[in-house]
């Protein structure tokens, strides 16, 4: 048991230090030049195309271009947002601020592109008038690597059937205990039975639930962040200060703080904004 546990923390280690990171920054800088920077200069669109309905009036089984936005924030945004900040700053400092801030401006062309080829090799199901797609059928038809897209498939839901889920449920499950000492086992079930009652629902259901609860989940929290922010204006420029000072200070890149803020930096960015 040992030797497995070691094999998979020297593994996952290798991982999060050089091959993901070195690929998904040089991905995402390679899709940002290839692209013209699209996630500068199509911010206008993009805001455009949020305004807009259903694709088209024929395509009346589809969702609009808000409710496939709410669902890919609504998988975006979790615990890497809350938990994997304060972890970057507590392990590298304030200087993993600025390179969070770096990593999800290059990320966002490697998310452009991610979706785009969704839209590109997406399938239509006959039988419920409805499309299909993602990685797994990019890397099929694309690459032609119906292997590759099969171990993707195998893969992510492992991933999200099992570890992501259980992530997320431990998280709201610790913060209800904490704030309001709730059972743990009622606020599982409790998410268990919501979570249920949206997912065999249909992607419909499951559109509009995020097209409800999006808004409201994103408002609350910019709520917050603006109120912390007011009590604290007068510490603001400081935390700029501060923010900048660790990411590229001397002190810190004689000392190796300068690496770690970058390291994790880096990690919980792309962590956070899943880009790649």
């Known amino acids: 048991m040992g030797i497995i546990d070691w094999l998979i923390t020297d593994f996952n280690n290798f991982l999060w230090s050089y091959a993901l990171i070195v690929m998904l920054i040089g991905g995402g800088i390679y899709f940002s030049f290839k692209t013209k920077f699209v996630q500068f200069r199509l911010i206008r669109e993009m805001f455009h195309l949020l305004r807009e309905g259903a694709v088209s009036s024929s395509e009346k089984k589809g969702v609009s271009s808000f409710q496939a936005f709410c669902i890919s924030t609504a998988s975006r945004v979790g615990t890497g947002n809350l938990a994997g900040v304060a972890l970057a700053i507590t392990v590298g400092g304030p200087g993993a601020v600025f390179w969070m801030w770096i990593i999800a401006l ?3 062309a490697s998310a452009f592109v991610e979706a785009t080829l969704a839209q590109i090799y ?5 039988s419920a008038g409805t499309f299909r797609g993602g990685p797994a059928y990019y890397m099929e038809k694309a690459l032609n690597a119906r292997w590759m897209g099969i171990l993707f498939a195998i893969s992510i839901s492992i991933a999200f059937g099992l570890a992501f889920n259980s992530v997320q449920a431990n998280t709201i499950t610790n913060a209800f205990e904490t704030a309001f000492g709730l059972n743990p086992i009622w606020t ?5 039975i919501v979570t249920a009652i949206m997912i065999f629902g249909g992607i419909k259901r499951i559109a509009k639930a995020a097209e409800l609860l999006v808004p409201v989940m994103a408002g609350l929290y910019m709520v917050v962040a603006l109120f912390i922010i007011v009590m604290n204006i007068t510490e603001i420029p400081a935390v700029f200060v501060l923010i900048f000072k660790s990411a590229f200070g001397l002190e810190q890149a004689f000392g190796g703080g300068l690496g770690a803020a970058m390291m994790q930096g880096i990690k919980r960015g792309l962590f956070s904004n899943e880009a790649g």
């Open 188 to 192: 599982g079930l409790v998410i268990t």
């Open 122 to 126: 997406k399938v239509q199901d006959n």
């Open 106 to 108: 290059v990320g966002s």
